[in-house]
């Protein structure tokens, strides 16, 4: 008895040492934290934070939104020199990008003006089928009610779920929950919450992932030869089937492939097959409508103020249903794009703080033109015709699936030849528009082969290093026999 009360004596002891330096090591890092948010504080500066992931990074150009949103009011606001300070992170979901904002602006000065844009949940990946342990659930309540107070201890959990390419739970719940932490950060700290919807390229690029069959080719073929009645009919019977019912990719591909018939007959329910298609995309690398919704709601729950780019992007497309004449590829706005967004955030940030523009920009290519700050590839910025490469070459990786893609190709041939116009002796959007061709005369879809050479590619293609002498000689030698 008395062994065992010692033992307990011990654990006791050792367990209220590990939490008084937990204590300490949390104290210390906070005034770390103090004194750089001191001495970053810029005297008499708003202080603009953008919170998001690659979108509001500006990817895969040099500027994003907010930065040009800026010049547009004339580098002030209310009176004062404007700051940027752009928090968002690329490729994550709106976890880490929460816990990121809540660390930034936790000190901050209060009494210096101050705004967040939130553009965050193009890449939450969520998985409605997913079922989580009880486990994984009780964990990720553990972040939710404990670890998010902690700004110490909160950033070294992220970094090993980075580490160990753990994600946890995401769904619509875990999205609202750290959107509401930010909006709750921002007002504690003094800054005027702004909320964005999501807009994605809705009719531009088909889900992936789904399976090619003959007689899905044949109803593709009759789409791409303009019997869009036929096929759509034919795209209609596939969907009643089991096969359709009980396959996750096949559905929304086939709710896409419907919508776009629909879209060419001029018909009104175009946009619900569309949505629905999104909605139910098991590779999501765009926005939900859900999502979209859930943002509404938020700005009317808190009041946050919002910027509905999802409704700004539809009433500038053909239709009411964005496409390719606003992205590069299934959720990065062109040019164009993100020239819609930054004056919607500039309007939005003149009103609420009775200012105005004071600089019209109009020309999109304002987004190549220096200071790029946001978004580089080796340590450089990038030049227009590798943005185009860049975007082409997503487009290639995220065509999962041997099911027939002409919309996603036909997009990929347009961003490898603007970039090949505007550098004629780029190798890499060479190199991808020969496997757009390839892919084109193979039923709309990368034959398996060349797919699996294009995926081993992906280190030269992601630090966008033009291909040495004997690596495209290797290529052509490859690509050679598809053509």
Not at 67 to 91: C, F, K, Q, T
Not at 133 to 156: D, G, M, N, P, T
Request: aromatic share 8%; charged share 20%.
């Amino acid at each position: 008895m008395k062994i065992i009360l010692r033992a307990s004596a011990v654990l006791l002891v050792v367990a209220l040492a590990v939490l008084l330096a937990a204590f300490a090591a949390e104290g210390a890092y906070r005034q770390v934290l103090r004194r750089r948010a001191s001495r970053a504080a810029g005297p008499g500066a708003f202080e603009l934070y953008a919170v998001g992931e690659s979108s509001m990074k500006g990817l895969p150009f040099g500027k994003s939104a907010p930065d040009v949103a800026g010049e547009m009011l004339g580098g002030v606001l209310a009176g004062r020199p404007l700051r940027v300070i752009n928090l968002a992170e690329g490729g994550n979901s709106v976890y880490p990008q929460a816990i990121k904002a809540i660390r930034t602006l936790k000190y901050r000065d209060k009494s210096a003006p101050a705004a967040v844009l939130i553009y965050a949940g193009h890449s939450e990946q969520m998985n409605a089928g997913m079922r989580c342990s009880r486990a994984l659930r009780l964990y990720e309540a553990f972040k939710e009610h404990a670890l998010i107070h902690s700004l110490l201890f909160s950033k070294v959990v992220l970094r090993a779920e980075n580490y160990f390419s753990f994600h946890g739970v995401r769904d619509l719940a875990h999205y609202e929950f750290y959107l509401r932490a930010v909006l709750d950060a921002a007002r504690e700290a003094g800054a005027v919450p702004v909320l964005a919807t999501l807009p994605s390229n809705l009719c531009g690029a088909e889900p992936g992932g789904a399976q090619a069959s003959p007689e899905l080719a044949a109803s593709v073929g009759l789409e791409l030869r303009g019997k869009y009645a036929e096929a759509l009919a034919r795209y209609a019977g596939l969907l009643n089937r089991p096969a359709a019912v009980n396959d996750s990719y096949l559905r929304p591909y086939l709710e896409y492939r419907a919508g776009r018939c629909l879209q060419a007959l001029g018909r009104p329910e175009a946009g619900a097959h569309l949505l629905t298609a999104l909605e139910t995309d098991p590779l999501q690398f765009r926005a939900r409508p859900s999502q979209n919704a859930l943002i509404r709601g938020l700005a009317a729950d808190y009041p946050a103020q919002l910027v509905d780019a999802e409704k700004l992007f539809a009433r500038h497309s053909p239709g009411g249903l964005p496409g390719s004449g606003l992205f590069v590829d299934l959720m990065h706005p062109d040019e164009t794009g993100y020239l819609l967004l930054a004056r919607a955030f500039a309007e939005k940030l003149a009103e609420l703080f009775h200012d105005k523009l004071r600089k019209e920009i109009r020309d999109p290519s304002v987004f190549f033109e220096p200071p790029f700050s946001n978004f580089t590839v080796s340590g450089r910025a990038l030049k227009k015709t590798e943005a185009y490469t860049l975007a082409g070459t997503y487009l290639l990786w995220f065509a999962g699936g041997s099911a027939p893609l002409p919309d996603q190709l036909a997009l990929a041939e347009r961003n490898f030849s603007k970039a090949i116009a505007a550098a004629p002796g780029n190798t890499l959007a060479r190199t991808g528009l020969r496997i757009v061709r390839i892919s084109k005369k193979n039923g709309q879809a990368a034959p398996a082969e060349v797919a699996a050479w294009f995926r081993s590619q992906r280190p030269v293609f992601e630090r966008l290093q033009p291909l040495t002498e004997e690596e495209l000689g290797s290529a052509d030698a490859f690509l050679r026999k598809w053509e």
